[in-house]
């Protein structure tokens, strides 16, 4: 699909040329400010870190010609409203979690996670030598985006319950909230699945509004106060292995950039998910253990639920095979994802494994 032909006659498009006084980029002295709406609250462990990160590194690798204006949700726009108002010129960039729009594109799925897909090392594996930025770019000519990944949560954690899970069927009519193709699954399994703001779900689930959630990981989630209000918590779940997040700027304004600032942000870009993916495993396991010393119980899913997620998987992913784009994203990243696991699986995972058998952990 041409942009030019889907910004004209779609609603984003029909708001372009008005929103477009609001994206001018800020000149001075030779210096450039890009406006950067994100998805996060601010202070929000992981994910406003990246953010914060990116913003800082921009800043320093220019020495200060090149800076970001970051945004939270409602200084600007709405958490999941960054994607149309890049899309559109009211913003010039944002940061946020490519998989909350599905809706414009199943593929958007691949740039953040799917079901029983890549670990943070695959994905990366994938988007910089698998063709997976590529594919990021050709999906982004439709909306008039550059994408970029700018962080990774690591393996996202099953989510808070205040029961138990003891079989498939307790998803039946459970009020969760989880985005992406991983929430088509639960929806497959009869949850009522929601996709709410990380700043609303506190209280979303301390009022009844929800019965569980999935956010990120102990460290995300430990700040974020979940385990005042639930006990149970699932530490391994199917749905985000390895998450990664976009910094996606509107296309416009990347091609106006100088071939310096576009180098600028995709190396910031690559720096932010080392240093922000490294601090997140580092701070998980003490913050998990803090949060079982505060009474939280710590479970996995039994091998009859994992079982039932991968059916469930199996069949939202083969229901957007029909679009031809998605297909051809989700064959490169199975083809990446099954020559990088040959060699862990045969050396680090088989390392570990040992290393836990022969020291006892």
């Given at each position: 699909?041409?942009?030019?032909y ?52 921009v ?51 691949y ?10 090392q ?32 690591g ?116 720096a ?42 199996k ?47």
């Amino acid at each position: 699909m041409d942009r030019r032909y889907f910004l004209k006659t779609s609603a984003i498009g029909g708001t372009a040329a008005a929103a477009s006084t609001l994206a001018a980029p800020v000149y001075a002295q030779g210096k450039r400010t890009l406006t950067m709406v994100t998805s996060w609250p601010r202070g929000f462990a992981v994910l406003d870190d990246a953010a914060s990160y990116l913003e800082k590194f921009v800043g320093e690798m220019s020495d200060g010609n090149l800076t970001i204006d970051k945004k939270a949700p409602g200084e600007l726009v709405g958490a999941l409203e960054v994607f149309d108002a890049v899309s559109s010129g009211q913003a010039d960039m944002y940061h946020s979690a490519d998989y909350y729009y599905i809706g414009q594109h199943p593929a958007y799925a691949y740039f953040t996670a799917v079901p029983f897909g890549g670990t943070a090392q695959e994905v990366t594996n994938w988007y910089e030598h698998g063709g997976g930025q590529e594919l990021h770019d050709e999906l982004g000519e439709i909306f008039n985006l550059k994408g970029l990944l700018s962080g990774n949560s690591g393996s996202q954690s099953g989510g808070w319950f205040r029961n138990e899970i003891n079989s498939a069927a307790d998803f039946n009519g459970l009020k969760f909230r989880m985005p992406g193709l991983g929430g088509k699954v639960l929806g497959k399994l009869g949850a009522s699945v929601q996709n709410i703001p990380g700043g609303e779900l506190y209280q979303a689930l301390s009022s009844g509004a929800l019965d569980g959630l999935e956010w990120v990981g102990p460290m995300a989630d430990e700040r974020a106060g979940f385990q005042e209000v639930a006990k149970v918590y699932y530490t391994a779940g199917f749905h985000e292995p390895g998450s990664a997040l976009a910094s996606s700027v509107n296309l416009d304004v990347w091609n106006d950039l100088t071939p310096a600032h576009k180098a600028i942000l995709q190396g910031a870009s690559r720096a932010t998910t080392h240093v922000q993916l490294a601090e997140t495993l580092a701070n998980n396991g003490a913050a998990l253990a803090r949060l079982q010393a505060q009474g939280v119980k710590t479970l996995q899913f039994s091998d009859d639920v994992w079982d039932a997620f991968g059916a469930a998987s199996k069949e939202v992913m083969d229901e957007n095979m029909g679009d031809e784009l998605f297909a051809k994203v989700r064959a490169s990243f199975e083809a990446s994802m099954a020559s990088s696991s040959s060699w862990i699986d045969k050396s680090d995972g088989y390392y570990v494994a040992q290393r836990n058998r022969v020291l006892g952990n």
